[in-house]
Structures are given as structure tokens and as C-alpha cells.
């Protein structure tokens, strides 16, 4: 069995369970999924299948991948992902996948996206620096302080907490439930908060430590 899906973050509202509590929830369009290869242990290593999400027009895929959609006969992809699978001789190419068929409600979850970018920003909003005090004209407010010794070592250490891009980076969180899965609306509800902006790209994979 495949051990996840692509899907597509559609935003945040809420639903109510069988006791009447509220239950704020992440709503992803996740699949259909069409299985565009096969990756096995005996020519590849490991045991894999690559699945294309989003449709995309034709015309603008370049000929090496016109020829590798038309494996699949199923037109163009904006996304391609490999996702572990076991059992894999239960697929084959142009196979499409949804939701319904890896997940169902209660499952726990790793879901992965892309963060927001908040771009160029300093070290108290991208690390937590509490700042020079605001009074008594200290003249030092929200800058770093001192990086590093001049003598020895010379040089500023990799990995110094400094300001610098911050967001739009892969992040992963673990452990989230499923509450809801509508298959005929190709839709997963995740409880809580999830990676990324709307529209995004997320991929939905069973929990690791569940």
C-alpha cells in the first residue's frame, strides 16, 4: 500500500464532532494522484512510486517529459513526487490514486509544505532576540549584537543566528489527525494548522511515530 498523496492546501475553517466541540481543521484537495513510475528494489534500490498531481497543458511540458507523461496516458502534471509504497506490483502506471484509498478518518499523519516566505527579516522576528532596552537612550534596540571575537577566532561561526531570509522553506509536522475524509470531493480535513500558503503544494504521508 502507498504510503501517502499529493495534495493542494485549500485554507482553514471548522467542524463540529459528535459531542458538539469545535474543531478547527486544515482542508487539503489531496488527488487524484496518477502513477506515473515504478520504482523497484531490484532496479532501483528501493521500493517507490512516482505520482504526478495538478493538470497542465501539453504544449508546455518539454519533450523529454511529453514522452514520460505518455506512459501514463493521462496528460501533463504540474507535480511530480515519489512516494514509498509496499506491495508495489498492486500498481501500475496511469493508476490514479485518491484519497479515500490510503487514508480515513483518525489516521495520524506527517504533512509536508512549504512555509511562508516573510522575506528579508532581523534577528528578534526570525530567531526571538529579546532586544536592547527602549529607555534612557541606550541607542541599542533591535540589532544582534556582538557576533564573534576579533582576535581568535577571527571569523563568524556557520549557523550564527543572524537577520537573513526567513520562511519559504520545506517544513514537516508530525502527528496530526485526520478528522474527515470526503472521497467524492477528493478532500482531507486535518486537525489544526498545516505548512505553507493556500493553494500550495502538501504532501500527506502516514505518520512515521504514530
Known amino acids: ?18 459531542d458538539g466541540h469545535r474543531i478547527a ?13 515504478k ?25 523529454p517529459m511529453v514522452g514520460h507523461f ?3 496516458d493521462s496528460g501533463a502534471f504540474d507535480h511530480l513526487r515519489e512516494i514509498k509504497a509496499e506491495n508495489i506490483d498492486d500498481y501500475n502506471v496511469g493508476d490514479e490514486i485518491n484519497c479515500a484509498s490510503v487514508f480515513a478518518a483518525g489516521d495520524v499523519v506527517d504533512v509536508t509544505g512549504t512555509s511562508k516566505g516573510k522575506g528579508f527579516q532581523g534577528v528578534i522576528k526570525r530567531w526571538g532576540f529579546s532586544g536592547g532596552r527602549k529607555t534612557h537612550g541606550s541607542k541599542f534596540h533591535r540589532a544582534p549584537g ?18 537573513g531570509q526567513m520562511g519559504n ?9 485526520i478528522v474527515e475524509v470526503r472521497a467524492g ?8 494548522a498545516i505548512p505553507g500558503a493556500r493553494q500550495g503544494l502538501v504532501m500527506i504521508r502516514k505518520g512515521v511515530k504514530a
Open 1 to 18: 500500500m502507498i504510503q501517502g498523496i499529493l495534495g493542494k492546501k485549500l485554507g482553514m475553517t471548522q467542524v463540529f464532532a459528535a
Open 70 to 72: 505518455k506512459k501514463a
Open 185 to 192: 470531493e477528493n478532500l482531507i480535513l486535518v486537525k489544526g
Open 25 to 37: 481543521v486544515t482542508v487539503v484537495e489531496a488527488g487524484p494522484c496518477t502513477v506515473l513510475q
Open 146 to 163: 556582538a557576533i564573534g571575537a576579533s582576535a581568535w577566532p577571527a571569523k563568524v561561526f556557520k549557523g550564527k543566528k543572524m537577520p
Open 169 to 177: 522553506e520545506k517544513v514537516t509536522l508530525q502527528n496530526l489527525e
Open 39 to 63: 520504482k523497484t528494489a531490484a532496479t532501483d534500490g528501493y521500493n517507490a512510486l512516482q505520482l504526478g498531481f495538478g493538470t497542465k497543458k501539453m504544449h508546455r511540458v518539454g519533450k
